[in-house]
């Protein structure tokens, strides 16, 4: 039986000839009347070229004009002419890759019928050898209960001389039939787990032949699309030629010598820079498709480092983070959502990223970018020149330590918890934000990592098995910050066991990696390298230090630590003593 998606391909395909015959005629159309406007041209070059001895005149100089004009629109026309052969050759290759896709699909088809026929073979043998040994099991007890329960006669004698000729030969005869039947049986299952093992791997190379057939014929789409404005640019250009032709005779004629003079201008202007931004623009979208597809990958990654493994009990010498085996962090996720981020594509970045050079403290970042070095969601409302370059208006700083599963590797995704108090309207809508990811290395040093531009989103909250699969110190933060944000009047113990039971719920943002901005991690690389100017450095720190104290309790944030959280708390109540 024909598949039916092969039957689809096939009617494709045919469909695909006729219309390259179609396109061929038209082709060949276009060339007669390429060879007529040459005649033409060739016509009036010559008539130009008898009346080059007398004196010029207005009307000669026209013609001269309307033959230079002639002349640049069939080079418009030798142009097109080549885009179209070219687009034509693209699908030729296209329809050609095509035909070796069907064929190579009509071979697995038939080879995945071979198979079936032997696996229906296999399967009538392996239900004939099972009838076969039922049969054999049913003679095997029959024979055994009658060995075992004798007809009484008289003569006795003769009933055990019976039963001691009949019974060995016949248990050693079934005995070895029943042992071949059942290893023919165990061969015969094998044999048929590997035709469904075979089975199976041709149904996945046609799913992958299916896929890449359907890709051609997307290419085979736009490849039309950019053929049919071709041809309105060549109608454009040949109406426009015919137009400078019946001006150029209306002149030898003796028309009014500037009538004829503002058409070709008129006709000109409207002609040539229609055509030539047409092409322009058919090379800039094809520039803009090209930058426009993201570098997914999975063949070549770069060696990164996952923040979540690096040690807490660094010491404070260790300004940075020290290199690790790369580790995704997954493990940490419950498995329905693990499936969920395993199911969108990688981000490579396209430069080198250095564990020890992409490592940030905030007050860097702070200083760099614009914004608070406290909450988790950071507004930029007096952009740096960086930040105005990059228009970078709000970035993201989750912390590991209280958001588990935020992604730790450049160009992966992950989760993070936001949600609560004046954010629990926030990602209702996708936002697209920088995120810079944050590790601690001691008590009070923190660095953060630039992952990406990532898409935030809200998804479903955490369910009360996913709550209980946090670790006990990321839940108790979790139920402290609960209480601070929303003003719960209960204990942290009471709104843990809320969120044990269901009554309460972590909202949850997932956070899918859409590009790296490569020129924004080598500008923060290159200004980290420098040395900073201590002046400036301070009256900067201390300005934003000073803003980010006086919203300390406004925007408490489950990403900081106890000790930041004590200073802060201690600063505010120094400031309220004063």
Not at 360 to 383: E, H, Y
């Amino acid at each position: 039986m024909i598949d039916p998606f092969c039957n689809e391909a096939l009617k494709r395909l045919a469909q695909a000839g006729d219309q390259n015959i179609k396109l061929q005629k038209e082709r060949d159309d276009l060339e007669r009347e390429r060879n007529e406007l040459r005649k033409q041209v060739e016509e009036l070059r010559r008539e130009a070229s008898q009346k080059r001895v007398e004196a010029p005149s207005p009307q000669d100089k026209s013609s001269v004009d309307a033959v230079k004009q002639l002349s640049e629109l069939e080079m418009g026309i030798k142009q097109a002419q080549e885009s179209y052969r070219k687009i034509e050759n693209q699908l030729k290759e296209n329809h050609a890759k095509i035909g070796e896709l069907v064929a190579s699909n009509q071979r697995l088809r038939n080879e995945r019928g071979l198979f079936q026929q032997q696996c229906r073979a296999l399967a009538a043998s392996l239900e004939s050898s099972e009838a076969n040994l039922k049969d054999a099991l049913r003679q095997y007890d029959e024979l055994r209960h009658q060995l075992a329960h004798p007809v009484k006669t008289e003569a006795a004698p003769v009933a055990s001389v019976i039963r001691n000729t009949l019974s060995p030969p016949v248990e050693k005869q079934y005995k070895a039939q029943i042992t071949a039947l059942e290893a023919e049986v165990s061969r015969l299952t094998l044999a048929n787990k590997e035709l469904q093992q075979e089975k199976e791997r041709y149904r996945q190379e046609a799913e992958t032949a299916s896929q890449r057939l359907s890709k051609y014929r997307n290419n085979d789409h736009t490849l039309r699309e950019n053929l049919v404005k071709l041809q309105g640019e060549l109608t454009r250009k040949r109406s426009t030629s015919i137009h400078s032709r019946d001006s150029s005779i209306a002149s030898g004629s003796q028309v009014d010598a500037a009538s004829i003079r503002s058409q070709r201008s008129t006709a000109s202007t409207s002609a040539i820079p229609s055509a030539s931004s047409s092409a322009l623009s058919v090379k800039q979208e094809s520039s803009s498709s090209a930058l426009a597809k993201p570098r997914h990958g999975a063949s070549t990654a770069l060696p990164l480092i996952d923040l979540a493994q690096i040690d807490e009990g660094a010491g404070e010498e260790d300004q940075a983070p020290t290199p690790r085996p790369a580790y995704t962090g997954l493990e940490s996720i419950p498995a329905p959502r693990r499936r969920e981020l395993a199911s969108l594509p990688i981000i490579i970045p396209a430069v080198a990223i250095s564990d020890l050079d992409n490592a940030f403290s905030r007050d860097f970042i702070s200083n760099v970018l614009g914004g608070s070095i406290q909450p988790l969601i950071v507004s930029v409302s007096k952009q740096p020149p960086l930040s105005k370059e990059r228009e970078v208006r709000k970035y993201l700083c989750p912390g590991l330590d209280h958001n588990p599963w935020c992604p730790s590797i450049p160009g992966h995704h992950g989760y993070i918890f936001v949600g609560l108090g004046r954010e629990k309207t926030t990602f209702q809508e996708p936002e697209i934000h920088n995120v810079f990811v944050g590790v601690k290395k001691g008590k009070e040093n923190r660095r953060f990592r630039y992952l990406g531009k990532y898409r935030a989103v809200r998804v479903n909250p955490l369910t009360p098995d996913e709550w209980n699969f946090l670790d006990v110190k990321v839940r108790t933060t979790y139920a402290k910050t609960t209480k601070d944000k929303t003003k719960d009047s209960r204990s942290v113990e009471a709104i843990m066991k809320a969120y044990e039971t269901g009554e309460l719920s972590v909202p949850c943002v997932m956070l899918q990696c859409i590009g790296f901005d490569e020129n924004l991690y080598t500008a923060l690389v290159a200004q980290a390298a420098k040395p900073p100017a201590s002046a400036q450095w301070k009256k900067i720190s201390s300005s934003s230090s000073s803003r980010s104290n006086k919203r300390a309790l406004d925007d408490y944030d489950a990403d900081q630590d106890d000790s930041s959280r004590h200073k802060r708390r201690t600063l505010t109540t120094s400031r309220r003593a004063s």
